[in-house]
């Protein structure tokens, strides 16, 4: 079963992946097709008012984050309970056995006791846990920004289809971080809720919360994990700075539909360092599941590939919109493109 979920995810990876770099290529016998694909990607300001039809508010960004905090939190507390409740006590590995299995009404998916105790299995769970609190922190800026940082101007608009790729992408990106056992955990929940309902509300809350036990994911993370959040929240730093300045620009104006050229932080490099910014806190993803997880690197993959498309519009559009722009300033990685 997780093997399906793994391969439908990383399809779907590739599927939304294949058309952004193929439209990447520099090459004019497929202009066609790269207007086509650029038609869905542009929003706000690279988006033609005359290319309106189809479209929606770009303010309506704000319904990813919501979608994005209510399943990531979801997919946290399921796959934290699960290592919780499944975790045996060294003293106590053959009644671990039989509650795990009477949980599941004798489910096959607990009757492995070796494969689901087994140090590599639980320290995958841990990092699938640890990625999950990442995400949430990520998620939860985001919609904060939406709210209090941004100023969608009101003319500001998105193509249809890329509304939906951005739910696509906010259902995905969490369940893409807990695949590998996401089928567990969600036989264990359906058991809990059954449980639940036999037993009532107060003999299940009559259990003792063991915080170290229930801490234990975090303490037993690999030092790559740890990279790996350093380089996330170092992208998430200077991606709420960079909102931070886009969102001053019009705190002044009357006008919430102008334009203005941004100053400050990764500005002084490239023009989309928001855009380079998330590429960073994904990277953070890569390197703290170890790098050796093919669906995190496509989900990563379609991240560059969709944001340097992006960029790219963004550049062309200030260089043509601003004759003071600075020219020493790249798209989006400094020195490089
Ligand atoms: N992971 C992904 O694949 C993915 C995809 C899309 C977006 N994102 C992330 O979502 C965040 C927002 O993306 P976005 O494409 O909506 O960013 P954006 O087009 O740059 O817009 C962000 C906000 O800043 C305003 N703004 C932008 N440039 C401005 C300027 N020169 N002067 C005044 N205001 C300006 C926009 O105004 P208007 O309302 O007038 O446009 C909008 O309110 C980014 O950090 C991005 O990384 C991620």
């Not at 036990?213 to 992208?235: H, T």
Request: hydrophobic residues 50%; positive net charge.
């Amino acid at each position: 079963m997780e093997l399906g979920l793994v391969t439908l995810l990383r399809a779907a990876w590739v599927a939304a992946i294949l058309p952004v770099v193929i439209a990447l290529i520099p090459s004019s016998k497929i202009s066609f097709f790269q207007k086509f694909v650029l038609g869905f990607a542009k929003r706000g300001k690279i988006m033609q008012s005359s290319s309106n039809k189809l479209s929606v508010p770009q303010k309506l960004f704000i319904h990813f984050y919501i979608l994005a905090f209510v399943w990531t939190t979801l997919l946290l507390v399921a796959t934290w309970l699960y290592d919780y409740c499944t975790m045996p006590k060294i003293t106590e590995p053959l009644l671990f056995s039989s509650i795990a299995s009477h949980l599941t009404g004798g489910s096959r998916i607990f009757s492995s006791h070796s494969s689901h105790t087994s140090k590599e299995h639980r320290s995958r769970i841990a990092v699938s846990i640890f990625l999950l609190l990442l995400m949430e922190a990520q998620v939860l800026r985001r919609l904060f920004e939406s709210i209090y940082v941004f100023k969608y101007s009101p003319s500001a608009r998105m193509h249809i289809l890329g509304y939906l790729t951005g739910l696509f992408f906010y259902t995905a990106v969490p369940i893409s971080l807990c695949c590998n056992h996401a089928t567990e955990v969600y036989k264990f929940g359906l058991s809990l809720i059954q449980e639940f309902i036999v037993k009532g509300k107060d003999r299940m809350l009559a259990t003792e919360v063991d915080w170290w036990r229930f801490l234990n994911p975090l303490i037993q993370l690999q030092w790559y994990s740890w990279i790996g959040a350093a380089i996330f929240f170092w992208g998430w730093i200077h991606q709420h700075r960079c909102h931070a300045i886009l969102g001053s620009l019009r705190e002044n104006r009357k006008d919430n539909d102008e334009y203005a050229v941004p100053y400050g932080d990764w500005f002084q490099y490239v023009s989309s360092p928001h855009y380079l910014a998330e590429i960073v806190v994904y990277a953070g993803f890569v390197v703290a599941s170890g790098c050796s997880d093919l669906t995190i690197w496509l989900l990563w993959g379609f991240t560059v590939a969709n944001l340097v498309l992006a960029a790219a519009e963004t550049h062309r559009w200030y260089l043509h919109k601003f004759d003071n722009y600075p020219r020493n300033r790249f798209a989006i990685f400094p020195y490089v493109y």
